[in-house]
């Protein structure tokens, strides 16, 4: 479903929800070329270094990395120097021939670059120019610093999350960042129509606070009718039998949520606990709220010795909504995904090919939106992208001669930044973090 | 009631929306069906929203004025049925089902869940791809659904809870010697909603092109399973399971929530100071004397020993407030992130002035545009009492273009 193979885009992106963004369009066949630049000393890696596979520094460690992999595969990467005048020129003939330009630094960084969008806009009125960023262009907090872990906290969520009568937590997944990408992934689209019937281009501000406030909407509206603020509660509801229970294994748990009376009914049947039907305390559903306590301790008797996916099979197959609680590795083995080609085999470098996720897991007539191919070697696409502005081989040559252009051919990252991208998993196994290290795990071969 | 954040990005081409004159009917199917088709109302398209009689469960979900249930006075429904047309139609019944098959008819998308085709009269084949481009060659039906139309879990039944939990969100998610958490909203409905408004704009987008999609099938399951990036990195590469752990990632410490004197702080160091940390952190916590302390300096030793970390950070932040806090850390070039609720959501003054939010019933606000469009504002509207457009859309389906008046 290569439906924008039309499409020029320039990414001047890092970390997360900007990739996001681009990636999908990628996946949906635009030509995305990623400007990157050299590693500075002790500097920012980015995702091209972050947690290398097996811990492995030695030799191109950037261009063996899955978190840069998922976040870019099928892009391609001109390494392009941005300090210097002529590397700002070629990037900003670069974006005159392009139809969408995505960024998500700090409000004010490429605009001090030289690509500042209100400019950019007038000058190629047909460009789509999407900014994302924790809080938007303007207002107060434009230029607070953000990154997914501030952003989850600044929604308001971790607000209504956690265990009872505790603090505000946030999720183990920084999900913002691809939640409000998706957003700005939308505004892309709808931008794109808009261009598409008028020839009009135009701005778009994403701010990652903004886009996520709506999913507290039900939250906004009791404070404001009732005064009301959502208490946390663990994983329950009210009105509903909702929980996480343990089940036989090692820290195994199966997901229950029971909404209404005849999920409710068929959990009591399909578990053998049809007396809890004629229970008085599990009368009704405010009855059950009112001994969710006693219920959860009876449910986890009946659970505790059992396989979580049997337990989910067996609710599933009744109508009692259930699900097992999946770990990582589980997740790359779960049969609905599988079957939905969730997943694409990619290479990650000569480390091996690995499973991962697809960012647009929509199936339009059942054809899926995969992704067109691995992540891109560091300036893989310079001299092709070059080219393609119509420069001579001279020309290009000329270019990396002066490293306004480069390949990445003989880069040299800072020693003490790649010894600090590795991770300590032992002693985190032993702290808690991590629950196992399969040393055998290895990757399909290329 | 009108566009949020109008001016924000300037330029703004009066009353131009990026869907202008495009018609999408949603089958009322839950929460995700009702916020994707408002994603497309915002963008501009007339959205014709079909409920049951007695009004849907969204209506019904409140929160009310004083718990006295309205079907059309829910806080959730006014949120997220904005800008929409109602028309109360029994799809079970042919003739209500031939009136929706008309609306439909005339429109560029449909969104609803599959499985309502389970229970709808024949004229609407939800739940048959085939059968659906047959039926309604020019309407791309947007499917959005628990785990999708395909796949041994299709016929499950399933909410947020599950869901994280089989997206490998939950596990990580919460206290290591306790249940894992999931979190406080439906966030599985929330991102398969948004899934499926960038699927539904590309099927539009790309029928311009000539490429005409018939159905597109969105996955709640995989639209949140998408996001498992530090599990499956680090599980893929070194073979190591993650396991929750005050629900923080695996390196870098603190980057969990506090209590300080008048609330939390969300202590994730971030900005210019946070490259030296020791030094700027050790300031901040007025115990310069700790500056060397490899606590403060080695960033994975402080991971491990995380408590003696705090050992120094939570009595100083309890003698703050969040104001003094960020102030202090500002001063020394370090943000750390706020943890409003909803009450300081809605006093916040950077919203307030970006003209964040959209005024809806009884002055009560509600969330504004999730993304500013410089040529085409998003916009809202009022949602619609049950059935308000009943009359007029029922004759307009009569008549040969279906519009039945649309504004």
């Not at chain 1, 066949?29 to 990623?34: F, P, S, T």
């Not at chain 2, 900005?271 to 960033?299: W, Y």
């Not at chain 2, 705090?310 to 009595?315: I, K």
């Amino acid at each position: 479903m290569r439906f924008f193979e039309d499409l020029k885009v320039v990414a001047l992106t890092q970390g997360w929800v900007g990739p996001l963004a681009t990636r999908i369009l990628s996946d949906l066949g635009a030509n995305m070329v990623r400007v990157e630049r050299a590693f500075t000393p002790g500097g920012n890696y980015g995702n091209r270094t972050l947690f290398p596979p097996r811990n492995d520094i030695a030799g191109e460690v950037w261009n063996r990395n899955i978190y840069f992999t998922v976040r870019n595969a099928g892009t391609r990467s001109a390494m392009i120097d941005l300090g210097q005048a002529e590397g700002r020129a070629l990037v900003r003939r670069l974006i005159s021939e392009a139809d969408v330009v995505v960024e998500n630094f700090m409000p004010g960084v490429v605009a001090r670059l030289g690509f500042d969008f209100q400019g950019l806009h007038e000058e190629f009125p047909q460009l789509i120019l999407l900014h994302l960023s924790g809080f938007g262009q303007t207002g107060p907090n434009a230029f607070r610093p953000a990154n997914g872990m501030t952003m989850e906290p600044a929604s308001g969520v971790p607000t209504v999350t956690g265990y009872r009568g505790e603090g505000p937590t946030k999720t183990g997944q920084t999900w913002v960042d691809p939640y409000s990408g998706l957003h700005g992934t939308a505004a892309l689209v709808a931008a794109l129509i808009h261009r598409d019937r008028t020839g009009e281009g135009q701005i778009i501000d994403v701010s990652m606070q903004e886009a996520t406030l709506p999913v507290l909407e039900s939250q906004f509206a009791d404070y404001q009718r009732n005064g009301r603020h959502q208490a946390r509660d663990g994983n329950r509801r009210p009105g509903m039998v909702r929980g996480a229970y343990p089940c036989a294994g090692d820290d195994d748990w199966v997901a229950i949520s029971l909404r209404d009376e005849a999920e409710w009914r068929a959990f009591c049947r399909a578990s053998g606990h049809e007396a809890w039907l004629d229970d008085p305390r599990f009368a009704d559903a405010a009855s059950r709220t009112e001994h969710h306590d006693a219920l959860d301790e009876s449910i986890a008797a009946w659970t505790r010795e059992r396989d979580k996916f049997e337990v989910a099979a067996l609710l599933q197959g009744a109508g009692a909504p259930a699900g097992p609680i999946l770990k990582a590795d589980e997740v790359i083995a779960d049969p609905q995904l599988a079957a939905r080609e969730f997943f694409d085999d990619l290479a990650i470098g000569d480390f091996g090919r690995v499973p991962i996720q697809r960012y647009l897991p929509a199936k339009f007539d059942g054809a899926a939106v995969p992704a067109k191919g691995p992540a891109p070697h560091l300036g893989a696409d310079t001299d092709a992208v070059l080219a393609e502005l119509g420069l001579s081989a001279v020309e290009i040559e000329d270019l990396h001669a002066r490293r306004i252009a480069d390949r990445a051919s003989g880069l040299q990252s800072d020693p003490i930044a790649r010894e600090g991208s590795q991770l300590p998993f032992e002693d985190y196994e032993e702290m808690g973090s991590v629950l196992r290290i399969d040393r055998d795990y290895a990757p399909k071969p290329l | 009631m009108s566009a949020t954040n109008g001016d924000a990005a300037g330029g703004a081409s009066e009353g131009a929306t990026a869907l202008d004159g495009l018609r999408v009917v949603e089958i009322a199917a839950g929460r995700a069906v009702a916020y994707c088709a408002q994603l497309l109302a915002q963008y501009g398209a007339e959205v014709i929203r079909i409920e049951p009689p007695g009004g849907d469960a969204i209506r019904l979900a409140g929160p009310f004025n004083g718990d006295e249930p309205d079907p059309d006075g829910g806080g959730l429904h006014a949120a997220i049925n904005r800008g929409k047309r109602s028309v109360a139609l029994d799809l079970e019944r042919d003739e209500e089902a031939a009136l929706a098959a008309r609306l439909i008819e005339g429109a560029a998308l449909l969104v609803s869940d599959w499985r309502e085709g389970e229970r709808l009269a024949s004229e609407l084949p939800l739940g048959d791809p085939e059968r659906w481009g047959e039926r309604f060659p020019e309407t791309t039906f947007v499917s959005i659904s628990d785990f999708g139309m395909t796949g041994p879990y299709a016929s499950w039944r399933a909410d947020s809870h599950i869901i994280e939990g089989l997206a490998g969100f939950s596990y990580v998610s919460g206290d290591p010697d306790r249940e894992p958490l999931s979190a406080g909203i439906e966030l599985s409905d929330y991102f398969a909603a948004t899934h499926a408004a960038i699927a539904a704009l590309a099927a539009l987008a790309a029928a311009r092109r000539g490429l005409r999609t018939h159905v597109v099938d969105i996955s709640a399951h995989e639209a949140l399973s998408m996001t498992d990036d530090h599990n499956l990195v680090v599980w893929l590469g070194s073979g190591v399971v993650r396991k929750r752990y005050y629900s923080r990632i695996l390196p870098g410490y603190p980057n969990d929530i506090m209590a300080c004197k008048d609330g939390h702080i969300a202590f994730v160091p971030v900005g210019t100071g946070h490259h030296d940390f020791a030094g700027v952190v050790s300031t901040l916590l007025e115990r310069p004397d700790l500056k060397d302390s490899p606590i403060f300096t080695e960033t994975q030793t402080r991971n491990l020993r995380w408590r003696e970390f705090d050992a120094v950070a939570l009595p100083w932040l309890a003698r703050h407030t969040r104001e003094e806090i960020f102030r202090r850390a500002g001063e020394l070039g370090l943000g750390f992130g706020t943890v409003p609720d909803v009450e300081d959501l809605l006093g916040d003054s950077h919203l307030e002035e970006r003209d964040y939010w959209d005024e809806g019933p009884d002055g009560v606000r509600l969330t504004g545009a999730g993304a500013i469009l410089s040529a085409t504002p998003q916009r809202f509207g009022p949602a619609p009492a049950l059935d308000a457009d009943g009359e007029a859309l029922r004759a307009g389906a009569a008549t040969a273009d279906g519009t039945g008046g649309a504004a």
